[in-house]
Nanobody
Framework: VQLQASGGGSVQPGGSLRLSCAAS????????MGWYRQGPGKQRELVAT???????NYADSVKGRFTISRDNAKNTVYLQLNSLKPEDTAVYYC???????????WGQGTLVTVSS
């Protein structure tokens, strides 16, 4: 399984971005996809996850500002980032967790920079 993330960039505080992550290869239907991030000098942390059935989970720090969604037909997960803050600056990584085998696949990161 390969994951290709895109959509990062530089925005001013209060701005928006949309990240995408497309999965390819042999993908079993029972899986969850998600986004994590790693800020400067910080550990990687959960941002949001979504199951194939659409159940979502968010970190408290992004609730109400970020929205995760997925297109199962395209094996793609999205992250809409609104009301961005400087503390959202990080490399954002997508992943896919096979819920049968518990194997986790990671994509390459995409950098989000929030600065005035």
């Amino acid at each position: 399984v390969q994951l290709q993330a895109s959509g990062g960039g530089s925005v001013q505080p209060g701005g928006s971005l949309r990240l995408s992550c497309a999965a390819s290869g042999t993908i079993f239907s029972i899986n969850a996809m998600g986004w994590y991030r790693q800020g400067p000098g910080k550990q990687r942390e959960l941002v949001a996850t979504i199951t194939g059935g659409g159940s979502t989970n968010y970190a408290d720090s992004v609730k109400g500002r970020f929205t995760i969604s997925r297109d199962n037909a395209k094996n793609t997960v999205y992250l809409q980032l609104n009301s961005l803050k400087p503390e959202d600056t990080a490399v954002y990584y997508c992943n896919l967790r096979d819920l049968s085998s518990l194997v986790v696949y990671w994509g390459q990161g995409t950098l989000v920079t929030v600065s005035s």
